[in-house]
């Protein structure tokens, strides 16, 4: 992990609003584990809290725990990575307003950004060169009733909607609502066992017999480093 930001709030930058902060629970450098960009060496900005509690969620510790910094100081940190990829995650990133300005000067500073949403808020404001990696909720997590269907209506192709899969339950809710709502062709679908609690080989084979045109994924960080906080 490079310089985890939990730490007390501080008092901001001379001329910096106190509105352009956000409580950071950690910055690190890894690989990314899953989506599009997989495999890269990536900064990770891992945002404070969530309005979610899905029973699957590995990352609970960013609920509460981390400290305030200001965008500038989130940008040297990234910068210190050496990274070229950048991904902004939480938590809900989303429910920090000021993640929107962060993303935009990433993007001006010549990053790949992606971003990691539960698809609860609305994704509408996020800049347009931002990769949008989008959960769809399944049952099994016990938050299928918090997709934000509104966001459906501003997917585009470079979008990410990432589903994960904790039964055959589940996986049939799932090609329904791709059904449902004409989902393929229209952006990048994403299917992943739930960790631990779907064989991953089980989800390959209802993928294959069905013929589904969506792409299979496993968590590549948890592959090398398990469920270590901070890779």
């Known amino acids: ?101 962060l993303l935009a000067r990433l993007c001006d500073l010549g990053y790949a950004v992606s971003l990691e949403t539960s698809g609860a808020l609305d994704v509408s404001g996020v800049d347009r060169r931002v990769d949008r990696v989008i959960d769809v909720k399944t049952p099994d997590s016990g938050e299928s009733g918090r997709n934000r269907l509104e966001n459906l209506a501003s997917l585009h192709e470079r979008d990410q909607l990432k589903f994960v899969i904790g039964s055959r339950a589940d996986y049939d809710w799932s090609r329904r609502f791709l059904a449902e709502h004409a989902l393929l062709g229209r952006c990048r679908v994403l299917f992943s066992p739930s960790h631990g609690a779907l064989a991953p080989a089980e989800l390959a084979g209802w993928i294959l017999a069905d013929r589904l045109p969506v792409r299979f994924q496993l968590q590549l960080h948890k592959l090398l480093w398990g469920d270590v906080p901070g890779r």
């Open 1 to 101: 992990m490079i310089g985890a930001a939990a730490e007390p709030p501080r008092a901001d930058a001379p001329g910096e609003p106190r509105s352009a902060r956000l409580r950071v629970n950690e910055i690190f450098h890894s690989l990314q584990g899953e989506a599009d960009a997989v495999g890269w060496p990536t900064a990770f900005v891992r945002l404070t809290g969530c309005p979610l509690r899905c029973r699957y969620c590995d990352t609970a510790y960013a609920f509460h725990a981390g400290g305030w910094l200001t965008l500038d100081a989130i940008v040297e940190r990234v910068r210190g990575t050496g990274a070229a990829h950048v991904c902004v995650t939480g938590g809900e990133p989303l429910a920090q307003p000021n993640c929107l300005p």
